[in-house]
């Protein structure tokens, strides 16, 4: 029985019991998520007059609750996960994605070429984020998915500082000669040699990275730059729920303890990640 | 000689055993060792990598990681040691029992000064003042025939050739007049005229001070050149031990003649095919009833593969572990 | 300008040198590598004998000199055109396990090189090359899923060798090749090579610290010592009478396998034995002293002189040439008409 290197590391994944745990926890939110409004006879904007700002009950059917409008929480948190949750997926996979390439190509090809692209990852550092998100917002208007792009493409900067570190530190070795030694080009050696090897601890900085841009749209909505009405996020739920706290503090707690529960999950998950990963490498 | 070490015995394996647990399963590197060196002696152990031999003697110096399970008995200069809490074991180790590895580069710090590593042991170990220190720090590099040997206290690791380093090695492992020097493979990463003076200088060293020497490698050649007596391991256990010379003359153990004609020899005339053992030594796997070389062996037989050989004391104080020896 | 294919000299190294920073790696390198011949290149750690090998190659750069590959200078190629000679000279490396990419399985670091050289072929050719191959150096087919780590040295080390010769090159390079490996299974490699050369007519460039194992393969032998040729010979030649102190010395320091070690009786009359003259006994000839300079510590003139037993004021003038002084033997020593060796 072979066992390739992701095949392992995924046994060695399923061995830690604390990630194990966050896995099922993060699974069981994303079905929430997903299906959970579907059990729930309200939908999404529908003003319920006769039970505003109502606790959470059975009776009737609002199991979080209703806000100061009549909507029901529950269907409004979930849809608030689902676009806290695909931020994180579109903006950490575009954010992986710029990140792994311009990283990989700086890291193998070196030089000038390196220095270039070193000084524009420094410079676009030094921008503050903010200024940048409002930029962008000012010329893609309130586009939901130019700001997830937007959002991903301030986050890639150190993952592309990453991945050039670790292709630094592959790339005199020799598997890489070998490589070159066979007549592979350029392409074919950054996309079939340095970009597997390099991945592992990519993953795992991606994966904790996430609650971070999550966390980021968060206070981007609730400064009032990102998801908009009737849309709604975690982050501006939880903002309207913040007004509420002290009349109705369910306002506040639905959306927070789901958002507490998913960043949490995604933390445990990715260091349990980083360790399946590790105890490969170290033979 | 046997388990049970004459009291004289520097250094006495009973029944050694060492084994991992990786992954749920328990994997055995030395499966039953029994060796004896006695002072002033140097004991050769050879074999393949994954013989056993480095694990067996890195659970003489206690230095086996956490997932490694060690039974039977390890004696030095009569005490036993084998478990023994790191505070005791640190009376010893460094000392009195001193340990010498293939790499030097990885066992010095590289970030401080060879000069300051050396007298590092001797106010450890001895309560020497610094100044004291380091006057012993110096007279020990002269001692194993460092060059400039006051310009080398000033130099950190990286600064040092191989063969240098592997020099401030023995040199700080004889610091404190050690009974018993233990040398894992330590010129397999040399060059071969490098090599060539420190096989020199331990034989030097141990003709002035009657240091014991286990020198463990995988080149017969090297260890020929050094011991007086060599035990030789195959698959965690010892399968033939004899003199030196009575070993190189007449092997008795297929897998001692095979290694034997692996060592080249530029005296003897140019052979068409360079000689070798077929397949590769895995102690890995666990092993059937049988002898372990028999899949290896080209004198095996059925009782071979069912009958695992038991090490015996044969005449001229050797031992042998084979059902049909030469 | 190119020689015709038909021509029995494969490669051509003139005055090749390169250099880190000022230290010269290798300087005035001239050899030539013939048809399914072997040649042997013996030199220590710091010699520039890997130099060599990546510079043949151009994975480092070189400052002089030329590499001719039937004619043709590889150091003047661009990069494409560089890219279709590399299937004639391939190379094997020295750590089996560091050579092959811990991330693709045997089969798939078998096919890169195919599906670069020969992309045309289907899926169903290239398995059955590889398993071709993988059965000439010796492995069995199903290997081809399992990934480097689950394999033992010698058979990365066959791995490696099979990836090698999958383009069907006619120069192999092989850079230490056996010394990872332990002696007992260095002896299957060294035959796997022989063989390759025998049936597939493979020249060979063998580098190696190890005298004896380069004494099996090769037909002819160089001595390298900081980054120079110090001597060329025909094997046999060279270790019936090295003419070099270098490779004297060498050959000096390889232990004797029939010599043990007899320690001097304390009982015997001449206790006066010193550890040093029985060091000394135990080889007759003078072996060097010290130890190889250290990049950009090279002494002037000779390089060997520091250590060299018979070094003279005249060795530290000027750098000895290779000059022939038999049958196709040469040697760079100043001192080479006036020493004769027992």
Request: with cysteine; hydrophobic share 45%; charged share 20%.
């Amino acid at each position: 029985m072979s066992s390739a290197p992701w095949r392992e590391a995924a046994r060695a994944l399923f061995a830690n019991p604390g990630a194990l745990v966050a896995l099922i926890v993060l699974a069981l939110l994303i079905a929430a998520a997903l299906f959970g409004p579907a059990l729930n006879p309200n939908d999404l904007e529908t003003l319920d007059w006769r039970h505003v700002a109502a606790n959470p009950g059975l009776a009737h059917a609002h199991w979080f609750g209703t806000d100061r409008l009549g909507r029901d929480l529950f269907v409004r948190t979930l849809a608030g996960a689902r676009v806290s949750m695909a931020v994180g997926l579109v903006a950490g996979a575009v954010s992986l994605g710029l990140g792994l390439a311009f990283g990989a190509v700086a890291g193998y090809v070196g030089g000038r070429t390196d220095d270039l692209m070193m000084r524009f990852i420094e410079i676009m550092s030094g921008l503050p984020l903010i200024f940048f998100v409002i930029f962008m917002t000012v010329i893609f208007g309130r586009n939901q998915l130019a700001l997830f792009l937007v959002i991903g493409a301030v986050g890639w900067l150190t993952t592309a500082r990453i991945v050039r570190g670790q292709t630094l530190s592959i790339r005199r070795q020799e598997f890489i000669e070998a490589a070159v030694a066979s007549g592979a080009g350029t392409p074919r050696i950054i996309l079939r040699h340095v970009v597997p090897n390099v991945i592992g601890p990519v993953i795992v900085y991606a994966t904790l990275t996430v609650p971070q841009i999550i966390l980021f749209e968060s206070f981007l909505s609730f400064l009032g730059l990102g998801v908009q009405e009737p849309s709604a996020s975690l982050g501006t739920l939880i903002a309207e729920g913040a007004g509420e706290m002290e009349a109705a503090p369910w306002m506040l707690l639905a959306p927070g303890l789901f958002l507490v529960a998913l960043l949490v999950a995604l933390n445990v998950f990715g260091d349990g990640l980083r360790d399946a990963l590790d105890s490969r490498e170290r033979r | 000689m046997s388990a049970a070490g004459t009291p004289t015995a520097t250094l006495a394996l009973g029944s050694l055993r060492v084994s991992f647990e990786r992954g749920g399963a328990s994997v055995e590197a030395v499966r039953e060792v029994s060796l004896a060196i006695r002072a002033g002696e140097v004991l050769g152990v050879v074999g393949e990598s994954g013989a056993g031999k480095t694990q067996a003697f890195m659970a003489t110096m206690g230095l086996l990681p956490p997932n490694a399970r060690a039974s039977g008995s390890v004696r030095f200069e009569g005490e036993e040691i084998l478990g023994s809490a790191p505070r005791s074991l640190n009376r010893v180790r460094g000392s009195k029992l001193t340990m010498v590895f293939q790499d030097p580069l990885t066992s010095l710090t590289p970030h401080l000064k060879i000069g300051v590593q050396l007298a590092e042991v001797l106010v450890h170990h001895r309560g020497s003042t610094w100044a004291s220190a380091e006057r012993a720090a110096l007279s020990a590099l002269e001692r194993v025939r460092v060059p400039q040997a006051q310009r080398r206290l000033e130099q950190y690791p990286h600064e040092l050739s191989g063969g240098m380093r592997q020099r401030v090695m023995i040199g700080m492992s004889l610091l404190c007049e050690p009974s018993l020097l233990i040398a894992d493979e330590p010129t397999s990463a040399l060059d071969v005229t490098v090599q060539a003076q420190i096989i020199d200088l331990l034989r030097s060293l141990r003709l002035d001070s009657g240091l014991s020497i286990a020198l463990v490698s995988h080149d017969l050649g090297v260890v020929a050149g050094l011991a007086d007596r060599v035990a030789v391991m195959y698959a965690g256990r010892i399968v033939e031990s004899a003199g030196t010379a009575q070993l190189l003359r007449g092997p008795r153990h297929p897998y001692t003649a095979l290694l034997l004609q692996c060592v080249p020899n530029l005296r003897a005339p140019r052979r068409a095919r360079m000689p070798s053992l077929p397949g590769s030594a895995s102690s890995a796997a666990p092993l059937g009833p049988g002898c372990a070389f028999a899949p290896r062996c080209p004198r095996a037989s059925d009782r071979c593969r069912a009958e695992r050989p038991e090490l015996r004391a044969i005449e001229h104080a050797a031992e042998l572990a084979c059902h049909h020896p030469i | 300008m190119p020689s015709s294919d038909l021509s029995p000299v494969l490669l051509r190294v003139e005055a090749l040198g390169v250099d880190f920073g000022d230290h010269r790696a290798l300087d005035a390198v001239s050899f030539e590598v013939g048809r399914a011949e072997t040649v042997g290149l013996v030199g220590e750690s710091g010699s520039g004998k890997s130099t060599l090998a990546r510079a043949l190659l151009r994975l480092v750069p070189a400052a002089r000199g030329a590499v001719r590959w039937l004619g043709e200078d590889l150091l003047r190629l661009d990069s494409r055109a560089l890219r279709r000679h590399r299937h004639e000279l391939q190379i094997v490396f020295q750590d089996p396990l560091a050579s092959l990419d811990p991330r693709m399985s045997v089969g798939a670091a078998l096919a890169e090189p195919l599906r670069i050289f020969e992309p045309a072929i289907g899926a169903r050719e290239r398995r059955a090359r590889i398993a071709a191959m993988l059965e000439r150096v010796g492995l069995s087919e199903s290997l081809h899923r399992r990934y480097p780590h689950e394999l033992s040295g010698g058979q990365c080390q066959r791995v490696g060798i099979a990836r090698a010769m999958m383009p069907g090159p006619r120069l192999l390079i092989c850079d230490e090749p056996v010394s990872s490996l332990d002696v007992s299974v260095q002896g299957q490699i060294v035959n796997l090579l022989a063989d390759l050369q025998r049936d597939l007519g493979t020249a060979i460039l063998f580098i190696s610290h190890n005298l004896a194992v380069v004494r099996h393969l090769s037909h002819r032998v160089m001595v390298i010592y900081c980054g120079r040729i110090v001597e060329v010979a025909p094997c046999d030649a060279l270790f019936a009478a090295p003419l070099h102190p270098y490779t004297r010395a060498l050959l000096a320091a390889v232990p004797d396998p029939t010599r043990a070690f007899e320690p001097p009786d304390p009982d015997a009359v001449d206790a006066q034995i010193t550890p040093a003259a029985a060091a000394s006994a135990a080889r007759s000839v003078r072996g060097a002293t010290g130890e190889a300079p250290r990049g950009g510590q090279v002494p002037s003139g000779c390089a060997f002189r520091d250590r060299c037993p018979y070094a003279e004021a005249a060795c530290a003038a000027s750098v000895p040439v290779l000059e022939p002084v038999g049958d196709a033997h040469a040697v760079a020593c100043h001192r080479r008409r006036e020493l004769v060796y027992s």
